[in-house]
């Protein structure tokens, strides 16, 4: 397969870059800490989107290399940032496979100093499909490490409130189609029930994809911890988030 081979050569040619986006805290207007997002920059196609290669680095196996340089990579870089942002990486089902992933995540911390307590996990429901026990014992082995798991595209899947009681998640990440529609329909009625939930269980909320001050003004008055979305940023490379971060400090 031609993006397979294509994949490989990126992998080997340093053609993978990492972009990241700001998360605000909607009480306090600081930023709070920024998401790793893949992107690979190609000869001819321009930027291709992860959602289009990531499907193909798991169906080939390249996803447990490519996850790793994502995660060195973006631990070092946070390392540079003020203390108090996080890093949020996403990490694929396939990953949980994987019975060194915990080794793995505490090798980036350790390689670039950053503090456990700084990184956090974004998973998907996925992972926890089908009683895997050997994901959720990793998931156990990462929360040992100390380092934070959120459950992201919160919404979208099947029977989301059952993976709520099997892991102790820090952070539910609202999907933005709830997002999008939360000012026209009832939305704003299970983004409150989300919020509710998470409260009563001890996690933060995040909003997704929000793209306007009517978003943001709503879900602070629903009591979600934090924002994500072109309102205030949109995926940055390193250098132009710099500034972003500065002046939060
Ligand atoms: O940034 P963008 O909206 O194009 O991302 C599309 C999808 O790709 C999102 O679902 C996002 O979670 C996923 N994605 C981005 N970067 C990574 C990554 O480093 N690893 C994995 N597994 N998924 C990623
Ligand atoms: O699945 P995940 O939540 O990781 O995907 C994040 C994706 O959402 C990224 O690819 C990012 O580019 C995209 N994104 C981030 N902010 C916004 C936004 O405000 N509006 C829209 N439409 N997409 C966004
Ligand atoms: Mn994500
Ligand atoms: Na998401």
Redesign the pocket.
Known sequence: LMMEQDLRQAMNDGGFEIHY?PLLGLASGEVTGC?A?LRWRHAERGMVSPAEFIPVAEDTGLIGELGEWVLRTACKEAATWPDHVRLAV?VSPIQFKNLSLALKVASALAASGLKPDRLEL?ITEAVLIGDDEIALAILHQLRAIGVRIAL??FGTGYSSLSYLKRFPFDKI?ID?SFVSDIAVDGSSTIVQAVVNIAASRNMTTTA????TEQQRDLLRSLGCTEM????FS??KPPTELKPLLVGSD
């Open positions: 986006q998401e997002l996403n974004e992201d595209d990440k933005r997704e994809g929000v793209e994500q979305g072109y309102l949109a995926p």
